[in-house]
């Protein structure tokens, strides 16, 4: 029987040179939701994510995914697993095609990546998978497009695309919406949810609109540490987070608009 829960943190501590950026976080991501890590400012959330995905590594604690402790395990290691992070930095090639981008992703997932030498033919195999990969991030009509010529919000999506090329059974995405009008921000809820369908997300995400929107379930971090957890229902209407986000009895909705 699979676990409840896909991922775990037990007592996750970062220390730096004695500041404490995360303080004995104990998170539970169930299998199937998708969960967001949210906080003002210096919360801590991006520590978090790299003390998960092992860009950075535990002072103390424990990180257990699929039951099993990675604690020790290093992030290509843990990539392969399929605990695969995205929208961390724009991590496409400009100059190759939409196509080509999604083409690279599924030849890592083969053991095969950046063999760029290989014949145009022996890389047409991939093209099927790669197209059913632009579709569902509705990017089937760009294939042939340059990567750098997209708009800001449809680069988003094949970074998505080129993540799920790697199949990954977590997807953790880093800040999906940064940057983002409204248009490209109802897009990419769209493609999260599509993407969320028989795997698990965790998000970090300032906007709460979209949290409201997408997530079964929060985690509030303040100064390091777990201030609320549960439904949106449950952590907006909880004065610690108000204070948190505001300073004040103000609701977490007025400090997001």
Not at 41 to 63: E, M, Q, S, W, Y
Not at 76 to 102: C, D, K, P, T, Y
Not at 134 to 155: M, W
Request: aromatic fraction near 6%.
């Amino acid at each position: 029987m699979a676990p409840e829960y896909v991922l775990e943190t037990r007592g996750l501590t970062k220390e730096f040179r004695g500041f404490t950026a995360v303080d004995s976080v104990d998170l539970r991501v169930q299998t199937g939701h998708i969960h967001a890590l949210i906080g003002p400012n210096g919360a801590g959330k991006t520590t978090v994510f790299n003390l998960l995905t092992k860009f950075l590594t535990p002072t103390r604690g424990d990180i257990l995914y699929r039951g099993e402790s990675i604690t020790s395990m290093k992030a290509n290691q843990i990539a392969r697993l399929g605990l695969v992070r995205s929208f961390q930095i724009s991590a496409v090639f400009g100059h190759m095609s939409v196509l080509e981008n999604v083409r690279v992703a599924l030849q890592q997932k083969l053991g095969n990546s950046f063999h760029f030498w290989k014949s145009e033919n022996s890389l047409r195999q991939l093209d099927e998978r790669a197209l059913q990969l632009l579709a569902d991030v509705d990017l089937d009509g760009f294939a042939q497009t340059l990567a750098i010529e997209l708009p800001y919000g449809r680069k988003r999506a094949l970074e998505l695309a080129t993540t799920l090329a790697l199949d990954p059974v977590v997807l953790l995405l880093d800040e999906p919406t940064q940057g983002m009008g409204g248009e490209d921000v109802d897009m990419v809820v769209a493609l999260v949810r599509r993407a969320a369908q028989n795997r698990t997300v965790l998000m970090v995400e300032h906007n709460l609109s979209v949290v409201s929107r997408l997530c079964d379930r929060i985690t509030v971090l303040a100064r390091g540490a777990v201030l609320a957890e549960g439904d949106y229902e449950t952590v907006s209407a909880n004065p610690q987070v108000r204070e948190a986000y505001m300073g004040s009895e103000a609701t977490v909705e007025e400090a997001h608009p």
